[in-house]
Every structure is written in C-alpha cells, then in structure tokens.
C-alpha cells in the first residue's frame, strides 16, 4: 500500500506558509502553494500536495481549497484543517484580508528535504511581499498559467503541471516519472484498501 501524505503534506505547508510570510492571505496563500507545486514538479515530476490548479483571471487557483475556503472561513471545513487554521478577517487599506492563522505547529515530518527547501526558499523570497509581487511572478510570460490563459480563452482550464518542464533539463525523464507515478496512483488508488491521500 503507498500512501502520499499530500493532505496532510497540503495542512503543514499552509501552517508554514502563515506561521513564517506577512500578510498571508487566501491569494498569496494560492501563490504560494501554486509555486511549491509547479518548481517541485520541475524538479522530479511530481507535487508536494497533489492540488490541481485552474487558470483564472487573477491567477492559478487550487480549485479543492477554494471549494473548501467558504467553510473554512466559518470553521466548518473538514476537521483536519480547521484543526489546523483558522481565517481571520482585516481591513488592510483599501481590501479586505481573510489572514490564515495557524492553530497547531508546522510538522515537517512528511516533507522530503527537497520540498522543505523549496518552502524555505519561498519564505525567503516572499516573506515580506505583499500579493502583488505574488500575482506579476505567477503571470510571469510564457509560465504555465499565462501558457494556459492566454487572454482569457482559458479560463477555468486546468493548468497542466507538464507546462512546468519546458525547457527544463532531462525533460522526456521527468515526463516519464510523472507518468509512471499517475499510473502507480491510479492503479492503487483502484485496489480496495489502498490509500492515495
């Protein structure tokens, strides 16, 4: 049986991101998360938390956490991460700020030292930012969401995390490994007993 971690993997690095950037937010949140995502992909084909991600308007969204954030701003949301989090209203100048405060301690024991210095890294780069660095990063020219927008015409299309790997070294690889992963996934997540989460 394989067992992948990712939601708890998805809790932790919230509670990491909120404990350790200012201004964390739902939007740099969604950043946030979109970039550990997509460089850890690049890097071995695969996700830290398994979120799929859409191409909106204001940026990539990982739709299975926005489905779920309306409950978990009432605390209704699954118990595992209202455990964990809880959303704090602000007014901050001209917009509000649902603030992700975290309830419990950042447990990295799930996290391989490759996604834990590419969340590191992240802090690093983005610790004081506000969303609007955030947003111009994320819409960077040629990236996977602007590669998948493109003006609009795809809207609310899944990003493909394969966007990731162009131009990336040894490609066909990683192209490779995130195949046989999916199928690996798919094949035990189809076996009664097997747990994917």
């Not at 971690?5 to 404990?19: M, P, Q, Y």
């Not at 602007?146 to 990336?168: F, P």
């Amino acid at each position: 049986m394989i067992k992948t971690h990712e939601r708890e993997k998805l809790i932790n690095a919230i509670v990491f991101f909120a404990k350790n950037t200012e201004h964390c937010g739902k939007t740099k949140l969604f950043k946030l998360l979109y970039l550990l995502d997509f460089d850890h992909f690049k890097e071995t084909g695969r996700t830290v938390t398994g979120m799929r991600y859409r191409a909106w308007d204001k940026g990539p969204v990982p739709h299975a956490l926005w489905r779920e954030w309306p409950a978990l701003q009432h605390g209704l949301a699954g118990a595992d991460i209202s455990a964990a989090i809880k959303i704090v209203p602000e007014k901050v100048k001209d917009h509000d700020l649902q603030r992700v405060v975290p309830r419990v301690d950042f447990d990295p024991s799930h996290f391989t030292k490759r996604e834990l210095r590419l969340m590191q890294g992240l802090v690093s780069r983005f610790k004081e930012e506000r969303t609007r660095p955030l947003i111009d990063f994320t819409h960077q020219e040629l990236g996977p969401w602007e590669k998948t927008w493109r003006d609009g015409r795809g809207n609310d299309v899944e990003i493909d995390y394969l966007l990731a790997l162009e131009g990336a070294p040894h490609r066909e690889a990683l192209e490779a490994s995130a195949r046989e992963y999916a199928e690996l996934i798919a094949r035990l997540g189809s076996r009664d007993g097997a747990t994917t989460g």
